[in-house]
């Protein structure tokens, strides 16, 4: 868990499922990213947990989207 503060405690690990819905992307995604070691996950028993700071970190990594850019 990561401390956020008094009344905040983050989870610093979290299941295909919940790593989905807090990034907003599908399961496909989240095993793509695994197998090609673009995030980390422990597995305790049959469940994979992902860490949620190597997510973060994937993002940092990602381009920004700006004026000049498609869509925009």
Do not use: H, N
Request: net charge positive.
């Amino acid at each position: 868990m990561t401390y956020k503060g008094p009344d905040k405690i983050e989870p610093a690990y979290g299941d295909v499922r919940t790593t989905c819905a807090r990034y907003g992307w599908g399961k496909t995604l989240t095993y793509e990213l695994l197998r090609d070691q673009k995030i980390r996950a422990v597995k305790c028993g049959r469940k994979t947990l992902i860490e949620f700071a190597s997510v973060e970190e994937y993002l940092t990594t990602l381009p920004t989207f700006g004026r000049g850019q498609a869509g925009s």
